[in-house]
């Protein structure tokens, strides 16, 4: 099945820096790509996804860019703000597979 | 709209007791989820069901059962409790499976002693 790792495991910016975050993927069928945010006693929430025909995706302070042949996905926040700090999760699936893998977390922290 | 909803948001079993934990969504969503998240690992699937009437294995489905009671709700059910399935336990919906946006519940935690 699907493995998906993650890293780094935290991380700690400055307010205002960007902050990148990786993932690296294992299925090559894989082709959905979702970030999902959790703040402290919450359920995780979709902050941004790709699909597998686009190469990079951004909203805002926020961006994604995948490489399909490298099989790895990456998440960018520009312009960091203590409110982004939190446990950021990728992961991946295919649009067929009810099994969607996550990866192990990144706990980010911006300090002001 | 409450979205996700769980019960309890907390819960303290003694080894071989019973418990089910409770999910509802009033998003009229197809598929449902359950999920467990342990330390450094991420959120895993245990079981899920893609519509109505259907409930599949996730990756680890093992000391669990679940109900998809009708298409709002979908529980999970622990038979004989294990210190090993401490853990916060996550429901999710979506309008479909696969590449759709999964919703998520607040959680409940799970302590087995």
């Known amino acids: 099945g699907e493995n998906v790792e993650q890293h780094p495991s935290t991380l700690s910016v400055q307010e205002g820096d960007s902050a990148v975050i990786k993932c690296t993927y294992s299925?090559?069928?894989?082709?959905?790509f979702p970030w999902y945010k959790q703040e402290l006693g919450k359920g995780p929430q979709l902050i941004i996804d790709?699909?597998?025909?686009?190469g990079e995706k951004k909203d805002q302070r926020i961006a994604v860019t995948l490489n399909k042949t490298a099989k790895h996905f990456s998440l960018h926040i520009t312009e960091t703000q203590p409110e982004d700090s939190a446990v950021y999760f990728c992961a991946a699936s295919t649009a067929w597979n009810n099994d969607m893998r996550f990866g192990a977390g990144t706990r980010l922290t911006v300090k002001p | 709209n409450a979205g996700v909803t769980q019960t309890p948001k907390f819960q303290v079993l003694k080894t071989g007791q019973s418990m089910t934990l409770q999910c509802a969504q009033d998003?009229?969503?197809?598929?449902m989820y359950w999920y467990r998240q342990d330390p450094g690992m991420g959120l895993r699937l245990i079981y899920y069901s893609a519509s109505e009437g259907t409930t599949d294995k996730g990756e680890v489905p093992n000391g669990y059962n679940v109900s998809r009671l009708n298409k709002r709700e979908f529980s999970l059910r622990l038979e004989s409790a294990a210190p090993s399935q401490t853990s916060v336990y996550f429901c999710?919906?979506?309008?479909?499976?696969?590449?759709?946006?999964?919703?998520f519940g607040p959680g409940t935690r799970l302590t087995v002693t």
């Open positions: 790709i699909r597998s025909n686009v």
């Open positions: 299925d090559s069928a894989s082709n959905y």
């Open positions: 998003m009229n969503h197809n598929s």
């Open positions: 999710a919906s979506s309008e479909g499976t696969g590449s759709y946006e999964q919703y």
